[in-house]
Every structure is written in structure tokens, then in C-alpha cells.
């Protein structure tokens, strides 16, 4: 799948399938986007489990951002949604939900589910914008900061997406 779109600044950008030769541009988006990132060994089982995975590119071939998604009996479970930051709010994480949930309607998977930190207000209004629905709570989800005062970790907001379509 190599699907090509057009952001917000006209620019053409390029999905395609995340490979291990993506990792190095990929670990660079992951460690400056999160608090807690997940390592390379993390991506490299996600590729060879053969979840979805898919990496976005500007006209440059520099990566943008990246989705990873586990597919289930009936659903998808998005794991990782990420967008290098000098990219935001121009709608490519958006693209990528689209391509996301374009994927689970032609494999019939009917939901698709998600855990986003409390504080990401900026996630869970992308997410609600979507359509999705907060349905619940994991506490102490999300380990806690390096060297925050709280120990406890972070509660994570469970939110589902039921897939038009796919029946």
C-alpha cells in the first residue's frame, strides 16, 4: 500500500508500510513525541508480528509520523499514533486514521479501539473529533514520568470507534 495525499500546505505525502529500515527515523519522531517512548525493540516486534504499520513520508522521503495497529478477531487495537511535532495540526494524523479505519472495513473489522494518557487533550480531541467514544478508564495505565513525583503513573482513557461499513 503506497497511498499519496495532500496536506493542509499542499504538500504530497506518502503512506507506506513501515520496514525495519524506517527505525532510525522512526525512533527519532518516537523519542521526541513522548514522555515514555517505546523502544526499537518494541517497533521491530511490532513489524514482525506483522501488525499494521505504516510510516508517513513528505516529498523528501523525511518521515512525518507513524501508525501501529494490532488486529484482533473483529477489531483493530491502534497502539501507536505518532507525528513529529514541526509537522502537527496539518491533518496527518488524521490521513493516517483514515487509511487506519479504511483498512478495517476492507478486512470486516467492526470497532477500533485505542488508550490515550488523560493529560493528551490534544490526542483525545483529535480522537472525539473523529467520532470516537470515551468508554471507560485504565487506571496507572501509562508508567509514571522519569523522575516524577508521581510514582502511580498516568490513567489512560480507553475510546472505541465503531467501523461504518462493515458489515
Known amino acids: 500500500m503506497s497511498a499519496l495525499w495532500r496536506s493542509s500546505e499542499s504538500e504530497a505525502v506518502r ?7 524506517h527505525l532510525d527515523a522512526v525512533m527519532a519522531v518516537e523519542l521526541a ?3 515514555r517512548p517505546w523502544t526499537r ?3 521491530a516486534d511490532s513489524l514482525a508480528s506483522g501488525y499494521c504499520a ?3 513520508f513528505d516529498t523528501r522521503a523525511s518521515l ?25 495540526q496539518r491533518g496527518h494524523a488524521r490521513y493516517m486514521l483514515d ?15 485505542l488508550e490515550v ?7 483525545r480531541r483529535l480522537y472525539r473529533g473523529y467520532g470516537m467514544r470515551e468508554v471507560g478508564l ?26 461504518e461499513g462493515t458489515a
Open 64 to 88: 512525518i509520523g507513524y501508525c501501529i495497529a494490532a488486529p484482533g478477531a473483529d477489531e483493530m487495537h491502534l497502539l501507536n499514533l505518532s507525528v513529529a511535532p514541526a509537522q502537527r
Open 33 to 35: 513525541s513522548h514522555l
Open 15 to 21: 503512506l507506506r508500510p513501515m520496514t525495519v529500515e
Open 117 to 123: 494518557r488523560v493529560s493528551n487533550e490534544n490526542a
Open 138 to 163: 485504565r487506571p496507572a495505565y501509562y508508567p509514571a514520568a522519569p523522575n516524577a513525583g508521581n510514582r502511580r503513573g498516568e490513567d489512560a482513557v480507553l475510546m472505541q470507534l465503531q467501523i
Open 54 to 56: 505504516d510510516a508517513l
Open 99 to 113: 487509511a487506519l479505519v479504511e483498512r478495517c472495513r476492507a478486512n470486516r473489522l467492526t470497532q477500533l479501539w
Open 41 to 43: 525493540g518494541n517497533f
